[in-house]
Nanobody, 125 residues
Framework: QVQVVESGGGLVQTGGSLRLSCAAS????????MGWFRQAPGKEREFVSH????????YYADSVKGRFTVSRDNVENTVYLQMNSLKPEDTAVYYC??????????????????WGQGTQVTVSS
């Protein structure tokens, strides 16, 4: 049984930083893709970033490019999202998700098979 658990959210001031962690367990994730999404109140869930479990190719939404960095630790089965220069519009519940290999598009939530419970990030102005 696959489990995905996020941690690291919190309250931070504009310009501050947070690092989110996502621990995945329950199987071998070779070839899988790990994604980060976020959902603000009244808005749809949106893509933030994803990283291939092997190889390390990374992708970012334009809104976070240059401020957020995704990385992985294959030994610990953990993916991180380092968020710098945070803005009030980054306020949302952040979700980690896991997708099986050979999906055509990893930028949409429907491509992902397993989801964490979410962690709240609040950026005060």
């Amino acid at each position: 049984q696959v489990q995905v658990v996020e941690s690291g959210g919190g309250l931070v001031q504009t310009g501050g930083s947070l690092r989110l962690s996502c621990a995945a367990s329950g199987r071998t994730f070779s070839g899988y893709t790990m994604g980060w999404f976020r959902q603000a109140p009244g808005k749809e869930r949106e893509f933030v970033s994803h990283i291939k479990w092997n190889g390390g190719s990374t992708y970012y939404a334009d809104s976070v490019k240059g401020r957020f960095t995704v990385s992985r630790d294959n030994v610990e089965n953990t993916v991180y999202l380092q968020m710098n220069s945070l803005k009030p519009e980054d306020t949302a519940v952040y979700y980690c998700a896991v997708a099986r290999p050979f999906r055509s598009n990893y930028f949409v939530a429907s491509a992902y098979d397993y989801w964490g419970q979410g962690t709240q990030v609040t950026v005060s102005s």
